[in-house]
T-cell receptor, first 113, second 114 residues
Framework: DAGITQSPRHKVTETGTPVTLRCHQT?????MYWYRQDPGHGLRLIHY???????DKGEVSDGYSVSRSKTEDFLLTLESATSSQTSVYFC????????????FGEGSRLTVL | AQSVTQLGSHVSVSEGALVLLRCNYS??????LFWYVQYPNQGLQLLLK??????LVKGINGFEAEFKKSETSFHLTKPSAHMSDAAEYFC????????????FGGGTRVLVKP
């Protein structure tokens, strides 16, 4: 158990509304990641963080922002949700070794109507 | 940039039969390679990984994978499928030139027939 909690686990919202997903970890890991999972695309990196207030974009960052004000929390925000952002979102933390191995949360299923 | 290709988005096998899931990657430097499994409504769990050393890697639940540098492949096998192996499997590559971020393949969903 890597001590990762995502909230909410399920959310239905309407187009144009803001949405924030939270990832909480208890293991004091430096690196945290947000991925989205869509059929046929596997997992695609949205944003990641390499420390408090240190974040960077992934391959599908448009329409998303992140914040990390504490080591244990990494927030993903959709400022104005669109139907194309309907997806399952996974938070992950990186193992302390140098291989890049990730531990994943249980996922947050977001539906934008 | 790295890319990972998993051949076949869906694979159907009979219980007791060989499971073979294919993964090819592009990389200009020797990568770290991973296979993850995802059961319904769950997150991803690590099955096995290759970092250095022996190219045949054994993982959990009887799975193994072989790193073949000349073929840029990391195929996953299990000699005898169980019903519990029904899940989605993801191959991933760590890009050492980009801070060891993981790039994932599109996934292969395995159906096990009785």
């Amino acid at each position: 158990d890597a001590g990762i909690t995502q909230s909410p686990r399920h959310k239905v919202t309407e187009t144009g509304t803001p949405v924030t997903l939270r990832c909480h970890q208890t293991e004091n890991h430096r690196y945290m990641y947000w991925y989205r999972q869509d059929p046929g695309h596997g997992l695609r990196l949205i944003h990641y963080s390499y420390g408090v207030k240190d974040t960077d974009k992934g391959e599908v960052s448009d329409g998303y922002s992140v914040s990390r004000s504490k080591t244990e929390d990494f927030l993903l925000t959709l400022e104005s949700a669109t139907s194309s952002q309907t997806s399952v979102y996974f938070c992950a933390i990186r193992d302390r070794g140098n291989t890049g191995e990730l531990f994943f949360g249980e996922g947050s299923r977001l539906t934008v109507l | 940039a790295q890319s990972v290709t998993q051949l076949g988005s869906h694979v159907s096998v009979s219980e007791g039969a060989l499971v073979l899931l294919r993964c090819n990657y592009s990389s200009s430097v020797p990568p770290y390679l991973f296979w993850y499994v995802q059961y319904p409504n769950q997150g991803l769990q690590l099955l096995l990984k290759y970092t250095t050393g022996a190219t045949l890697v054994k993982g959990i639940n009887g799975f193994e994978a072989e790193f073949k540098k000349s073929e840029t492949s990391f195929h996953l096998t299990k000699p005898s499928a169980h019903m519990s192996d029904a899940a989605e499997y993801f191959c991933a590559v760590s890009d050492q030139a980009a801070g060891n971020k993981l790039t994932f393949g599109g996934g292969t969903r395995v159906l096990v027939k009785p």
